[in-house]
């Protein structure tokens, strides 16, 4: 019966990221979009735009969701008046049809060269294939046009108006709920990196190559999302939490050393070299780091044990050996100043 219940419940990555709250923001702002878009004499015609408009710019931080509605507004007109020429001067053909996705996909990279606004494609297939027709029955590239933007330009209001009023929400724990997921994340390297240490690299098929840059991936996410909410902070956090942010801000970057050190103890220890000094007290240096992070919970600020104390081995030691160890104790200094910074999350709440 457990395992029925835990068939249908979200991922705790999916909680951490506020899955539920995204899912009860998107019925709102799509029951708006539909009144709304319904009232309108023009928008009426182009549901579907409307309600694709609010659910491609929902997002949980404002800076995004007003930057992704801007960027695939202007994409989309774009690609729309370079469609709208191309179909007055030459119709509607397979050459007229490939050169527009050409220009719009041209247009679009040179917006935002890492993402193609799927909005923009949309747009340019919209214009040759959803042609309307003005009261005499001809086909009308303008009431065309219109009609796209313009429902368009509702669904992306509204999905601004829904990341505003949401974020009131959002930002309460967000930074603490983004923290947690990074955390579990670096946990997962650890914990590889300790079956490493164990078992003197069981895995040499080198599966840290493609573990770690994961990893990397989601810090550099959250830590992009904590910068842009410190950005914001300002209309939306009082002084203390603003410093709170930044204490986020600071554990973050922790978590970005260790996984950079764990990654390179995984270098090492599977190169096919003896490595004296992969002993039971490199075992238990980073059973104890573990075990520190373990004992922090960002959400519900559980007590956090006291940090085994133990002295830092200096960057003086070159040889292989030595590097792992370096590590192994750098990884232990940085959860030390983790459990120093979390205390004092705690300390101001």
């Known amino acids: 019966m457990k395992k029925l219940i835990n068939t249908f419940v979200l991922s705790n990555e999916a909680i951490l990221f506020d899955s539920k709250l995204y899912i009860i ?25 409307v309600l694709l408009g ?16 801007v960027s695939q507004l202007v994409a989309s007109t774009l690609g729309a008046v370079c469609t709208s020429i191309l179909i007055i001067f030459f119709g509607i053909n397979v050459f007229t049809i ?3 996705m050409g220009l719009t996909l041209y247009l679009s990279l ?13 747009t340019c297939i919209y214009m040759t294939q959803y042609i309307q027709k003005n009261s005499l029955g001809n086909p009308s590239i303008w009431l065309t046009f219109r009609l796209r933007i313009v429902a368009l330009s509702i669904g992306v209001i509204i999905a601004i108006i829904y990341n505003y009023l949401f974020s009131f929400i959002y930002y309460r724990e967000i930074a603490y709920k983004r923290l947690e997921f990074a955390k579990l994340r670096l946990l997962n390297g650890l914990e590889y990196t300790k079956m490493q240490l164990e078992n003197k690299c069981i895995n040499r098929g080198k599966e840290y190559i493609t573990l770690f840059p994961y990893i990397f991936n989601d810090l550099d996410l959250v830590y992009s999302n904590i910068e842009l ?26 978590f970005w050393e260790i996984n950079h050190l764990a990654y390179d103890i ?25 075990d520190n992070l373990k004992n922090i919970n960002f959400i519900s600020n559980n007590t956090i044990h006291d940090f085994i104390q133990g002295e830092i081995v200096e960057e003086t030691l070159v040889s292989s050996d030595d590097r792992i160890y370096y590590n192994i104790n750098a990884i232990r200094s940085y959860t030390k100043l983790i459990v120093k910074e979390t205390k004092k999350l705690n300390s101001t709440l």
């Open 25 to 49: 923001k998107a019925m709102f702002a799509v029951a708006t979009g539909y009144i709304v878009g319904r009232a309108s004499t023009i928008a009426r015609l182009d549901m579907i735009s």
């Open 266 to 290: 995984n270098f090492q220890i599977c190169r096919e070299v003896k490595h004296s000094m992969l002993d039971e007290n490199n075992l238990k240096l980073i059973k104890e780091s573990i």
């Open 229 to 254: 909410v410190i950005s914001e902070s300002k209309y939306l956090y009082t002084q203390p939490k603003q410093v709170k942010l930044q204490i986020v801000k600071k554990i973050l970057q922790y």
């Open 110 to 122: 040179k917006i935002n060269w890492r993402m193609i606004s799927p909005v923009a494609i949309f």
């Open 54 to 69: 609010i659910m491609y710019n929902l997002e949980p931080i404002n800076i995004v969701g007003v930057k992704s509605g």
């Open 98 to 100: 490939a050169i527009s």
